[in-house]
């Protein structure tokens, strides 16, 4: 008799062990759905953005021609468009709101020399390490509204950079810098955004 009652309280437990994974198989199906749902209409909503004119741009490898203050420069449409919100990505544009000379050449007063940082940067990602150099850049990059090329200096680790200014090395002696109040070579506690950078600093700060 003891054996019975044994064997349907298995019975028991096995039933309520498959009637809980069903309820979860449901649940699961239930957040697949959503998440289904979400990246639907998410890609709708990428797709709608990208069909917009600013983004209609022309074939990735047409070649596009650059006289940036006085130095010419030749890339392609892929390059430039690396970041599609850019200055650089509207000359890129079907209709381009920045019109080349009779040639077909944009031509930008800008210096050309950090310019070829930022084609290097758009072509292979590689960025300088030199600290004047990178706070150049960043300002350059403020101009084109190359948003992604400021957030990756602001991410390169602060022992990667080479320091030549003064300020630097007060930073590499030890001392802290006026303005400072953490690991940061360049000084602040809010980045470009404005947003406050909490905990430990382990990146370039602006």
């Given at each position: 008799m003891s054996?019975?009652?044994?064997?349907?309280?298995?019975?028991?437990?096995?039933?309520?062990?498959s009637a809980e994974i069903d309820r979860?198989?449901?649940?699961?199906?239930?957040?697949?759905?959503?998440?289904?749902?979400?990246?639907?209409?998410?890609?709708?909503?990428?797709?709608?953005?990208l069909g917009k004119e600013e983004f209609n741009f022309l074939p990735p490898d047409t070649p596009i021609g650059l006289n940036v203050g006085g130095q010419?420069?030749?890339?392609?449409?892929?390059?430039?468009?690396i970041d599609p919100y850019s200055i650089l990505a509207s000359l890129c544009r079907r209709?381009?709101?920045?019109?080349?000379?009779?040639?077909?050449?944009?031509?930008?007063?800008?210096?050309w020399w950090l310019f070829r940082h930022i084609l290097s940067f758009l072509r292979s990602g590689v960025?300088?390490?030199e600290l004047e150099i990178l706070k150049e850049l960043y300002k350059e990059a403020s101009f084109y509204r190359m948003e992604k090329l400021q957030r990756a200096i602001e991410?390169?680790?602060?022992d990667q950079v080479i320091q030549y200014s003064p300020a630097a090395y007060v930073a590499s002696s030890g001392l802290p810098l006026v303005g400072d109040g953490g690991g940061s070579l360049l000084g602040g506690?809010?980045?470009?955004?404005?947003?406050?950078?909490?905990?430990?600093?382990?990146a370039l700060t602006f």
């Open positions: 054996h019975e009652l044994d064997l349907k309280a298995l019975w028991k437990d096995l039933d309520d062990y979860e198989a449901r649940t699961l199906q239930d957040v697949w759905l959503k998440i289904a749902q979400i990246k639907a209409k998410n890609d709708q909503e990428l797709k709608d953005i010419m420069f030749e890339t392609t449409v892929e390059v430039l468009t209709k381009t709101p920045i019109r080349p000379n009779h040639d077909g050449i944009f031509y930008l007063d800008r210096d960025l300088p390490r991410e390169i680790p602060v506690s809010e980045g470009r955004s404005g947003s406050s950078r909490g905990g430990s600093r382990s």
